[in-house]
């Protein structure tokens, strides 16, 4: 391809031959059938940068200079993050946060897109322009108040952002822009014991309701395996056909928040799954199978809060307490923590000892109404 290194002017790109670039100003124009197209290009450190900014089309020559030189002025900034020397830039907590979700989503962490809102909705507009350590108690404090005074925002919210920002400590102290954590702040003390179930006769009209074909058609296979198993609610979108093994009664989960698993099914569900497969004649795809750019149904909370409104429920649930529901009636029965891990996909049993005030309450309550005073 034919170059030149002539000042780029408007008047050079209108004489360009298709084939041919031409640099300037930290920037590349390449004439093609289409137009122009505009790549950053520049040399740092030794190293070579091509990025392409846009098409003539969408960009001018001033607009693309621009975008050029900022892309530069990026690209020294960051390779100053990382220098060896004492003109290393000290970051700033928009920028750790940057590389840090360019980490995750390269290295596939988990939970990118809830981490991602929880540091654009709440917490880069409140520290993001303070130096990541220059954050103190009395910030973060701050940083609390603001949340909670704000209209819905719970307990909870505040200790998952609270958690996100320790994790970006972490980070920065593994990358080197600090020595230690620069706060210290304590989480909020959830109150777990206090978590809600979906009592069994609410669970029976919810189910009656799904089955009266007033609802989503696949409403009722929903609450099925939400109930039977306490399934996880993407995980119970993302099911495939080709992964339910119906002869041992399970469902592979190729990708799941506690890693990949063979879920077990209630016989109860593997039946009505049949059924189904038999109704609409197929078996492979997803089994919440939609026209949606993933290809399955994307969440069902819309459709829950609907059929809970619909039943008259004094509250109005989330798919997820069909979860707490399951573990709670596990916990309850005496099942022990393996059992209920493998029909949960709980890793640990951490989050299960949340529940264990329940273990025993049968028996304590036996043991209580055992006594008489009159017969002792």
Partial sequence: MPKTSNKL???????????????????????????????????????????????????NLSEAIQAANLLRTQKERDLNLYAKNQNRTEPFLNEVASIYLKHLEIHQGKNLKKKEQHLRIHILPYLGQYKIKDLHNGLINGFRANLLSKKGISHSTVNRNLSMLNHLCKFAIEEGFISSAPFKVKQYQEDYHGRDRIWPNEKMKLFEAAKNGKHHPMLYLFLLIGFGTGMRHKEILTMKWEAINWRNETVFLPVAKSGKRHQPLPSLVIKELQSISKTIGKNEGYVFAADTKTGHINDFSRQFKKLCDSCGLERIYTPHFMRHTK??????????????????????????????????????????????????
């Fill in 327 to 376: 573990v709670t009636e596990l916990v309850e029965a005496g099942y022990p923590d393996n059992i209920i891990k493998e029909i949960t996909g709980h890793r640990t049993s951490v989050m299960i000892a949340h529940y264990s005030h329940l273990r025993g309450s049968s028996a304590v309550k036996s043991a209580l109404d055992a006594w008489n005073p009159l017969t002792s």
């Fill in 9 to 59: 002017t408007a008047s050079i790109l209108k004489s360009m031959k298709i084939g041919q670039s031409v640099y300037g100003s930290n920037l590349r124009a390449t004439k093609n059938k289409y137009g122009t197209t505009f790549y950053a290009s520049f040399t740092l450190n030794g190293k070579r940068y091509q990025e392409k900014i846009a098409n003539s089309g969408k960009i």
